[in-house]
């Protein structure tokens, strides 16, 4: 049980596009999903959270209107990575907080972003 | 401020038991002790968590101190596959902050 997947797992694009990338909790509901960032060689770094049917909430330093999040149901939140650039290649993983047990989170495997 | 302490590596032989340490002296009464551990390119994997008593699962065991100011995961027998990055975090379900985690090697 638990089990939270992303879509697309790795994906290259051309500077100046945009990505968007999916988060799925598979067998629960989610109130908060989170998406998170992570540098090579580096620990995760949470970028936002969002909670189901409002509006995302974005951690210092992270630009809202580059990073798109819509959390439109209990099990699904997807991450837009507008006018993508080198600098926004990077490892970017969702979490889930279940609506049952709501004391943990549950990661998916990542997404891997580059940016040509 | 990851809110944990951690070492920053450890090793252990294949089929020896392993002790993680995590300090987190200043947790508050509602946060738990997470455990999640991570392979090169891929999301954290949970582990096991716990609030107050001692925890048990198929992967680890979780023993949590007394005042609640360090925990320690334990896996019982290791196994190569075991060799990954170790995170301890402390909160309720949200704000985790993720410190940079033990690299645990295992020896064959």
């Known amino acids: 049980g638990a089990v939270v997947s992303q879509h697309p797992s790795r994906v290259i694009c051309k500077s100046g596009t945009s990505v968007k990338i999916e988060c799925r909790s598979l067998?629960?509901?989610?109130?908060?999903m989170f998406w998170y960032r992570q540098f090579p060689k580096q620990s995760l770094m949470l970028m936002a959270t969002?909670?189901?049917?409002?509006?995302?909430?974005?951690e210092q330093g992270v630009e809202k209107d580059k990073f798109l999040i819509n959390h439109a149901s209990l099990t699904l939140s997807t991450l837009t990575v507008t006018s993508a650039h080198p600098e926004d290649s990077s490892f970017y993983i969702c979490?889930?907080?279940?609506?049952?047990?709501?004391?943990?989170?549950?990661f998916g495997p990542g997404t891997r972003l580059t940016v040509l | 401020d990851a809110k944990t302490t951690q070492p920053n590596s450890m090793e252990s032989n294949e089929e020896e038991p392993v002790h993680l340490p995590c300090n987190h002296s200043?947790?508050?009464?509602?946060?738990?002790i997470h455990w999640y551990r991570q392979l090169p390119s891929q999301g954290p994997e949970y582990v096991i968590h716990?609030?107050?008593s001692n925890v048990n699962n198929r992967m680890a065991s979780l023993a949590i101190a007394e005042d609640r100011k360090s925990s320690t995961l334990i896996l019982h027998r290791a196994t190569l596959r075991d060799a990954a990055v170790y995170y301890c975090?402390?909160?309720?379900?949200?704000?985790?902050?993720f410190g940079p985690g033990t690299r645990l090697s295992v020896l064959p």
């Open positions: 979490s889930a907080r279940p609506l049952v047990r709501a004391d943990t989170q549950y």
């Open positions: 067998d629960f509901q989610a109130t908060t």
């Open positions: 969002s909670n189901e049917g409002s509006k995302a909430t974005y």
């Open positions: 200043t947790i508050s009464g509602t946060d738990y």
């Open positions: 716990g609030l107050t």
């Open positions: 975090i402390r909160g309720y379900g949200q704000n985790f902050v």
